[in-house]
């Protein structure tokens, strides 16, 4: 994570969101570039009403918001290289961006959204997850100092991918626990057999052996999955400080391991097929639904 675009939009997170950026390269050495976002509903009303002297508002705006990079840069004694663009549909360009100078992490701050709104429509901030080459690190406003770093590691390596995209995430937890001085906690989350209403639900009359039986499916799926764990730690060389199987719902269970004070670095594999971008839409993939859990930073993987 030598080569870092941080993404920055005029507010108060700005600060904190390039804080962290410059302790990466403190640590690793590294060059960060800045891409600053602006834009304005005056741009909206334009198009509607039309005003006469719109382009010096226009101008007036980016003049504003180039002072506060400047003030931001000159306020930690470095100069970095910058980018500033003007729209609503920002990630296109971020991306665009990160390509360019062939970008190993992307920094943002992360921005809340009802559930209504993203069914309504995607944010930005989803499609940047989806559509980045490199890893996306959305920061969380918080003092508070990160302690852990928590890889959300799948065991279920249906396919080749998913099994290069699991020791991805754990390679990348690894640099960012070794980047920050955090401890490195590998977790994987398996569904609670016995609690699963979709299972047990449909089968009333089932014999009293069916709940002992997926007591035993639960308790293999546990012991594989520790088995895989350690089996792929011990491949990629990597020494954790704290390793762990729960059982329950993905996003919960990751929050709970994060907590205030972690980061959670997690895998997501953007879906092409209209089928799959449907079900995204109404459901959100397991990246999604743990931003909305955790409190921390998340770090996501593709």
Same mark, same amino acid.
């Given at each position: 994570?030598?080569?870092?675009?941080?993404?920055?939009?005029?507010?108060?997170?700005?600060?904190?969101?390039?804080?962290? #950026?410059?302790?990466?390269?403190?640590?690793?050495?590294?060059?960060?570039?800045? &891409?600053?976002?602006?834009?304005?509903?005056?741009?909206?009303?334009?198009?509607?009403? !039309?005003?006469?002297?719109?382009?010096?508002?226009?101008?007036?705006? /980016?003049?504003?918001? %180039?002072?506060?990079?400047?003030?931001? *840069?000159?306020?930690?004694?470095?100069? &970095? $290289? $910058?980018?500033?663009?003007?729209? +609503?549909?920002?990630?296109?360009?971020?991306?665009?961006?990160?390509?360019?100078?062939?970008?190993?992490?992307?920094?943002?701050?992360?921005?809340?959204?009802?559930? @209504?709104?993203? &069914?309504?429509?995607?944010?930005?901030?989803?499609?940047?997850?989806?559509?980045? $080459?490199?890893?996306?690190?959305?920061?969380?406003?918080?003092?508070?100092?990160?302690?852990?770093?928590?890889?959300?590691?799948? *065991?279920?390596?249906?396919?080749?991918?998913?099994? /290069?995209?699991?020791?991805?995430?754990?390679?990348?937890?690894?640099?960012?626990?070794?980047?920050?001085?955090?401890?490195?906690?590998?977790?994987?989350?398996?569904?609670?057999?016995?609690? $699963?209403?979709? @299972?047990?639900?449909?089968?009333?009359?089932?014999?009293?052996?069916?709940?002992?039986?997926?007591?035993? =499916?639960? %308790?293999?799926?546990?012991? +594989?999955?520790?088995?895989?764990?350690?089996?792929?730690?011990?491949? /990629?060389? @990597?020494?954790?400080?704290?390793?762990?199987?729960?059982? !329950? &719902?993905? %996003?919960?269970?990751?929050?709970?391991?994060?907590?205030?004070?972690? #980061?959670?670095?997690? !895998?997501?594999?953007?879906? +092409?097929?209209?089928?799959?971008?449907?079900?995204?839409?109404?459901?959100?993939?397991?990246?999604?639904?743990? @931003?909305?859990? =955790?409190?921390?930073?998340?770090? =996501?993987?593709?």
């Amino acid at each position: 994570m030598k080569n870092i675009l941080v993404v920055l939009d005029g507010s108060s997170s700005d600060e904190y969101v390039l804080e962290q #950026a410059i302790q990466l390269t403190a640590n690793n050495g590294g060059d960060i570039h800045l &891409f600053m976002t602006v834009y304005d509903s005056i741009e909206e009303l334009n198009r509607y009403v !039309g005003f006469d002297n719109y382009p010096e508002v226009k101008q007036s705006l /980016l003049d504003e918001a %180039e002072v506060k990079l400047r003030r931001l *840069t000159d306020k930690f004694g470095d100069h &970095f $290289s $910058s980018t500033m663009h003007w729209g +609503r549909r920002w990630h296109f360009h971020v991306v665009s961006e990160a390509n360019k100078i062939s970008a190993d992490l992307v920094i943002k701050a992360v921005q809340k959204h009802s559930r @209504i709104a993203e &069914f309504l429509h995607t944010p930005e901030d989803w499609h940047l997850l989806r559509d980045a $080459s490199c890893p996306v690190w959305l920061v969380n406003h918080s003092k508070s100092h990160i302690d852990r770093v928590v890889a959300a590691f799948s *065991t279920l390596d249906e396919t080749e991918d998913h099994r /290069l995209l699991g020791e991805r995430v754990l390679s990348k937890a690894n640099d960012l626990a070794a980047a920050l001085g955090a401890e490195l906690h590998v977790v994987s989350v398996i569904p609670a057999w016995l609690n $699963s209403q979709a @299972i047990i639900g449909p089968m009333p009359g089932m014999p009293g052996q069916f709940p002992s039986m997926l007591a035993d =499916v639960g %308790e293999q799926a546990l012991d +594989r999955a520790e088995e895989v764990m350690h089996k792929t730690l011990r491949k /990629l060389g @990597i020494n954790a400080n704290v390793t762990e199987v729960r059982s !329950g &719902f993905v %996003e919960v269970e990751l929050a709970e391991a994060v907590g205030k004070t972690g #980061a959670l670095v997690i !895998g997501s594999a953007a879906a +092409r097929k209209i089928t799959a971008k449907v079900a995204s839409k109404l459901f959100g993939n397991t990246s999604e639904k743990a @931003i909305h859990h =955790v409190r921390g930073d998340v770090l =996501v993987v593709h």
